[in-house]
């Protein structure tokens, strides 16, 4: 474990950091990269907050957890889990104490920015069949044109039935993009700002450009998709306007750099820090407090709707809980812990002038820690106390947990929200952990592996405590 006092006596008051691989041992170097690999496959997997919900069920009951009854009682060491609507999940391990001391929760987000579908999507222009988006989270636009993309989603029918739709993950399947323009006609395109450069009214995903054969009538090019899509899903256009249905970036996670100590893949934001998490719960034994992981929808777009966690329904578990053992949730919340575990931003040298370098984390020098995040004077954050902040400097260097301090760009131009107000809201104490990302919000984000593991030794650590 690299020393955060240097040791010698002049400089024994300063705070130091250090890429953390150099001291990594051999069989701990191992185990990180055994648990990447299966973080990679998550990724894979989980592209969209419905299948994060799916693939963390499936690890969790495999793991022992099972579905939680409200009226139940529970001993200390039960396994469970509630899914809110299949877009967020809460996990629980219940404590030794249960919950009278307060609980322990982590809570990562399990959206990402992407291209979802508008509710009239499919039209056909000049020999081509489009569909229409409207961009969800914070994307840079231009980032999102002539790259490979996979359709995911849900559609449920007047009558019920609920189709599941993922097109372009298999090995053979087709896949879809939104086009731009060549640069031999990009003069004015070119000229515009880049915010400006491409409209979002032009991210049209290109899904066809063949008529139905043999008939004559309108719009032949619209018909053969959708006779397509009913062929293979018996859904016709109406359907389209009770779906969700998201485009994401087609490529599957693999690994950076010839050291391969990187992963680069699409969502690292925040399955990055979800999925750490996740595993520390299933590999948690008996806690103390009860150790909760929530893994919620819509942080991208503001922590709205009631998937997201700004809606009660992590209030209403803990309630549940207390009411099980006959305290008062608003007691069990007030003694409560948080750590809010989402990414924060990657010190980047080439764009060096976004960061106060100081203040930024660099990869490979451990798990994230911001005391607060918010933009333009902390606005929209949630700040840690100096009593938690210290509290868990403490718990991760008693438990061998590189971390770094760091805060999201330059202060007139970074910030950035999380959930932790959200969870602070509840009079929960929070503080911001995560993995830092260059990259982020790009199609392509990339992350460093060590970052990763210590990411879950964080989340560890605090559930052991
Ligand atoms: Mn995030
Ligand atoms: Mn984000």
């Given at each position: 474990m690299t020393k955060k006092v240097v040791k010698k006596e002049e400089e024994t008051y300063l705070f130091k950091r250090e890429n953390g691989l150099p001291t990594l041992s051999e069989s701990k170097e191992k185990k990180m990269n055994a648990f990447c690999e299966e973080y990679k496959a998550f990724l894979d997997h989980g592209k969209t907050e419905r299948e994060c919900v799916r693939e963390a069920i499936r690890l969790a009951e495999k793991a022992g957890f099972v579905p939680f009854e409200a009226d139940k009682k529970y001993a200390p060491g039960d396994k469970v889990y509630v899914s809110n609507r299949g877009k967020a999940l809460v996990l629980a391990v219940i404590g030794e104490e249960g919950c009278r001391n307060g609980v322990a929760i982590a809570a990562a987000h399990i959206d990402s920015p992407r291209l979802d579908l508008k509710p009239i999507p499919l039209y056909e222009s000049n020999d081509m069949a489009f569909l229409k988006t409207h961009y969800y989270g914070g994307i840079k636009k231009y980032q999102w044109t002539a790259i490979p993309l996979t359709m995911h989603g849900t559609v449920v029918c007047k009558d019920g039935r609920v189709v599941n739709l993922c097109v372009g993950e298999k090995e053979g399947d087709e896949?879809?993009?939104?086009?731009?323009?060549?640069?031999?006609?990009?003069?004015?395109?070119?000229?515009?700002?880049?915010?400006?450069?491409?409209?979002?009214?032009?991210?049209?995903?290109?899904?066809?450009?063949?008529?139905?054969?043999?008939?004559?009538?309108?719009?032949?090019?619209?018909?053969?998709?959708?006779?397509?899509?009913?062929d293979r899903y018996g859904i016709c256009e109406e359907d389209l306007m009770s779906a969700e249905i998201e485009f994401v970036p087609a490529f599957h996670a693999v690994d950076i750099g010839f050291d391969r100590s990187m992963i680069g893949s699409y969502g690292h934001d925040d399955r990055v820090c979800a999925y750490p998490a996740l595993q520390a719960l299933l590999h948690s034994k008996t806690p103390r407090r009860t150790a909760i992981v929530v893994l919620a929808d819509k942080e991208e777009i503001g922590s709205v709707g009631n998937t997201g966690l700004d809606?009660?329904?992590?209030?209403?578990?803990?309630?549940?809980?207390?009411?099980?053992?006959?305290?008062?949730?608003?007691?069990?919340?007030?003694?409560s812990q948080c750590l809010s575990a989402d990414v924060t931003a990657a010190f980047d040298p080439s764009y060096a002038s976004a960061y106060d370098v100081q203040n930024a984390c660099l990869i490979n020098r451990g798990v994230g820690v911001m005391k607060y995040t918010g933009a333009r004077g902390k606005s929209g954050s949630s700040e840690a106390s100096a009593e938690f902040t210290a509290k868990v400097r403490?718990?991760?260097?008693?438990?061998?947990?590189?971390?770094?301090?760091?805060?999201?760009?330059?202060?007139?131009?970074?910030?950035?929200?999380?959930?932790?107000?959200?969870?602070?809201?509840?009079?929960?104490?929070?503080?911001?952990?995560?993995?830092?990302?260059?990259?982020?919000?790009?199609?392509?984000?990339?992350?460093?592996?060590?970052?990763?593991?210590?990411?879950?030794?964080?989340?560890?650590?605090?559930?052991a405590d």
């Open positions: 896949q879809f993009c939104v086009t731009d323009l060549l640069p031999h006609l990009s003069q004015e395109q070119s000229a515009k700002t880049l915010g400006k450069a491409i409209e979002a009214e032009n991210m049209n995903i290109l899904c066809g450009s063949s008529p139905i054969s043999g008939e004559k009538g309108e719009e032949m090019y619209k018909q053969k998709v959708m006779q397509i899509l009913h809606s009660q329904f992590l209030n209403y578990f803990v309630e549940d809980l207390a009411d099980a053992e006959g305290l008062k949730a608003r007691h069990v919340l007030s003694k403490q718990l991760f260097d008693d438990n061998d947990v590189q971390w770094q301090m760091g805060e999201l760009g330059r202060v007139d131009l970074g910030g950035g929200g999380t959930v932790a107000l959200y969870v602070a809201g509840l009079n929960v104490d929070v503080i911001d952990i995560g993995v830092p990302v260059l990259s982020m919000h790009a199609p392509f984000e990339v992350v460093s592996k060590y970052d990763v593991y210590m990411t879950y030794k964080a989340c560890k650590a605090f559930f």
